[in-house]
Nanobody, 124 residues
Framework: QVQLVESGGGLVQAGGSLRLSCAAS????????MAWFRQAPGKEREFVAG????????YYADSVKGRFAISRDYAKNTVYLQMNSLKPEDTAVYYC?????????????????WGQGTQVTVSS
């Protein structure tokens, strides 16, 4: 059974940092693209960052470029999202995703597996 389990969300002041983790299990993800999406209240889910498990290519949404960093730990089968210089508009539920696509930017419809989500709240 494939599982993506997120952790690390919470409440932080604007300008602060958080690191989200996504522990993946149940299959080999070496040919997958791992990604983070987010969904704010009343808004559609949107792509945040993507990473090719093999090779390590990354891609970021313009809104987070230079502030967020996606990375992986092979030994722990875990993907991370380091979030710095957080802004109130970063407040959302953050979801880990795995997609068999060869693109580093998966689409919502193409995602094969989703995590349950973790809440990030940035206060002003």
């Amino acid at each position: 059974q494939v599982q993506l389990v997120e952790s690390g969300g919470g409440l932080v002041q604007a300008g602060g940092s958080l690191r989200l983790s996504c522990a993946a299990s149940g299959r080999t993800f070496s040919t997958y693209t791992m990604a983070w999406f987010r969904q704010a209240p009343g808004k559609e889910r949107e792509f945040v960052a993507g990473l090719r498990w093999s090779g390590g290519s990354t891609y970021y949404a313009d809104s987070v470029k230079g502030r967020f960093a996606i990375s992986r730990d092979y030994a722990k089968n875990t993907v991370y999202l380091q979030m710095n210089s957080l802004k109130p508009e970063d407040t959302a539920v953050y979801y880990c995703a795995a997609d068999r696509t060869t693109s580093v930017v998966p689409t919502i419809r193409g995602v094969d597996y989703w995590g349950q989500g973790t809440q990030v709240t940035v206060s002003s």
